[in-house]
C-alpha cells in the first residue's frame, strides 16, 4: 500500500467499494470451516435471530504509511465465543440503529470515544448459529490512533494489525479435532496466543475482497 500521505484517496476508495456491489458469501465462505470438504455451518438465519453488530475499524499507523484494524481478544468469562478474537460489536438494544448499536458497544467495550468516528459503510450480513445472531458489519475510520481503555469483564486485550499485513500474507489451514472429526480451519496467526478464524475472519475477508476487486 502506498503511503496515505501519497494516496489521500484510500478512505474515499473504501467508502466507494462499500457503497457497490458486495461480494457477500462468496468472500465469507473462503474462510468457514469445513469437514472433508462439507460446511459445518449454516448461513440462513431462522425467524427468531437475534440482531447484532460490529465495528470494523480503521485507523492510520503512526508513521501514516498504512491503515490498521482493530480487534479484540474476548474475556475468558464471556458466555459465547470467549477467548476470541473479534470486532468491537454487541446485540442491538431496543430504540437504537444498528450503526449505534455498533458506536455504542466500541464505546462500552475498548472505552473509546466514537465522536471522530466516520461510517464508511457496512458489509453483508452473516448469521453466526452458535450465538443464534445476525451480524451487521459496518466499517468505520478514525483519523488517529485511539487510546483504548478495555472493558475488562469482555476484553481481555485491544490490538491490532496492519491492512498491509493482510493484504500480503494469504490465510492458513490449520486441521483441528472436532467432536472426533478433522475439521479444515482457515485462519490468520495474528495474534501470540489466538488465531483470527470463524464469523471474524468471514467478515474480514469480505472486506479484503473490495481490494482485489
Same mark, same amino acid.
Given at each position: 500500500?502506498?503511503?496515505?500521505?501519497?494516496?489521500?484517496?484510500?478512505?474515499?476508495?473504501?467508502?466507494?467499494?462499500?457503497?457497490?456491489?458486495?461480494?457477500?458469501?462468496?468472500?465469507?465462505?473462503?474462510?468457514?470451516?469445513?469437514?472433508?470438504?462439507?460446511?459445518?455451518?449454516?448461513?440462513?438465519?431462522?425467524?427468531?435471530?437475534?440482531?447484532?453488530?460490529?465495528?470494523?475499524?480503521?485507523?492510520?499507523?503512526? &508513521?501514516?504509511?498504512? +491503515?490498521?484494524? @482493530?480487534? !479484540? #481478544?474476548?474475556?475468558?468469562?464471556? $458466555?459465547?465465543?470467549?477467548?476470541?478474537?473479534?470486532?468491537?460489536?454487541?446485540?442491538?438494544?431496543?430504540?437504537?440503529?444498528?450503526?449505534?448499536?455498533?458506536?455504542?458497544?466500541?464505546?462500552?467495550?475498548?472505552?473509546?470515544?466514537?465522536? &471522530?468516528?466516520?461510517? +464508511?459503510?457496512? @458489509?453483508? !450480513? #452473516?448469521?453466526?448459529?452458535?450465538? $443464534?445472531?445476525?451480524?451487521?458489519?459496518?466499517?468505520?475510520?478514525?483519523?488517529?490512533?485511539?487510546?483504548?481503555?478495555?472493558?475488562?469483564?469482555?476484553?481481555?486485550?485491544?490490538?491490532?494489525?496492519?491492512?498491509?499485513?493482510?493484504?500480503?500474507?494469504?490465510?492458513?489451514?490449520?486441521?483441528?479435532?472436532?467432536?472426533?472429526?478433522?475439521?479444515?480451519?482457515?485462519?490468520?496467526?495474528?495474534?501470540?496466543?489466538?488465531?483470527?478464524?470463524?464469523?471474524?475472519?468471514?467478515?474480514?475477508?469480505?472486506?479484503?475482497?473490495?481490494?482485489?476487486?
Amino acid at each position: 500500500m502506498q503511503s496515505l500521505k501519497n494516496n489521500i484517496n484510500i478512505i474515499d476508495f473504501i467508502k466507494a467499494k462499500l457503497n457497490s456491489e458486495l461480494p457477500g458469501r462468496e468472500a465469507q465462505i473462503k474462510m468457514a470451516p469445513s469437514i472433508n470438504g462439507q460446511l459445518i455451518r449454516g448461513f440462513d438465519a431462522p425467524k427468531n435471530a437475534k440482531q447484532s453488530s460490529v465495528l470494523l475499524l480503521l485507523y492510520p499507523s503512526k &508513521d501514516e504509511s498504512d +491503515l490498521n484494524i @482493530l480487534f !479484540t #481478544l474476548r474475556s475468558n468469562n464471556l $458466555n459465547s465465543h470467549s477467548g476470541q478474537i473479534s470486532f468491537p460489536g454487541g446485540r442491538k438494544e431496543k430504540n437504537e440503529t444498528l450503526v449505534e448499536t455498533a458506536l455504542r458497544e466500541t464505546r462500552e467495550e475498548i472505552g473509546i470515544s466514537t465522536d &471522530d468516528i466516520q461510517i +464508511l459503510g457496512k @458489509l453483508s !450480513t #452473516l448469521y453466526v448459529p452458535p450465538s $443464534n445472531a445476525i451480524i451487521y458489519p459496518f466499517v468505520g475510520f478514525l483519523p488517529y490512533p485511539p487510546e483504548t481503555k478495555p472493558n475488562q469483564s469482555e476484553v481481555f486485550e485491544v490490538f491490532s494489525v496492519s491492512l498491509k499485513y493482510f493484504l500480503e500474507n494469504k490465510f492458513e489451514k490449520q486441521v483441528w479435532n472436532y467432536n472426533g472429526h478433522l475439521m479444515d480451519v482457515p485462519l490468520w496467526n495474528v495474534h501470540n496466543s489466538t488465531p483470527l478464524w470463524g464469523a471474524t475472519a468471514m467478515i474480514l475477508m469480505e472486506f479484503l475482497t473490495l481490494f482485489e476487486r
